[in-house]
């Protein structure tokens, strides 16, 4: 449970000690294991935050975060924002649309808030803004299908 009383987003762990306490990280995809870590925790008013401090290692050769990094945040933070209405299904990203709108660099703490703009049978669609101390950074729109688990 969170400070809010409700759910910790898309079954992530909370978060005991350190900068990230009371944030929940949610590891089981190995990728974004490795390209985070990415933390969330839901807000007072419900929605879901999603956060990560820039490394070098999210930085591109120009010393700025990398545009893969932005997305790959945003793929992640589809999923913590969607946690209410993906339940239990199985589910994968089928698109998402990115605009980058300005870099930022190492050490910087980014941020993500977004909000299921429809929710049907089978598709969500989401839609959200990654910024850093209220400075957008990239806008996204992405659409998720839900899938049969595989046995």
Do not use: Q
């Not at 978060?15 to 007072?44: I, K, L, N």
């Amino acid at each position: 449970m969170d400070d809010a009383g409700g759910e910790w987003p898309y079954k992530s762990e909370p978060v005991m000690t350190g900068e990230w306490a009371g944030w929940g990280r949610y590891d089981t995809d190995a990728f974004e294991a490795m390209s985070g870590p990415f933390y969330g925790r839901r807000e007072p008013d419900g929605s879901v935050l999603c956060a990560f401090r820039t490394e070098r290692k999210h930085m591109n050769g120009g010393g700025s975060i990398h545009g893969g990094c932005l997305v790959t945040f945003a793929d992640y933070a589809i999923f913590m924002i969607a946690d209410h209405v993906l339940k239990d299904s199985g589910s994968v990203t089928a698109s998402i649309n990115a605009e980058f709108l300005d870099g930022v660099g190492e050490g910087e703490f980014v941020e993500c808030r977004g909000e299921v703009v429809r929710a049907g049978g089978s598709l969500v669609v989401v839609r959200g803004i990654v910024s850093t101390s209220g400075r957008p950074l990239l806008s996204f729109s992405a659409t998720i299908k839900k899938i049969r688990r595989r046995s």
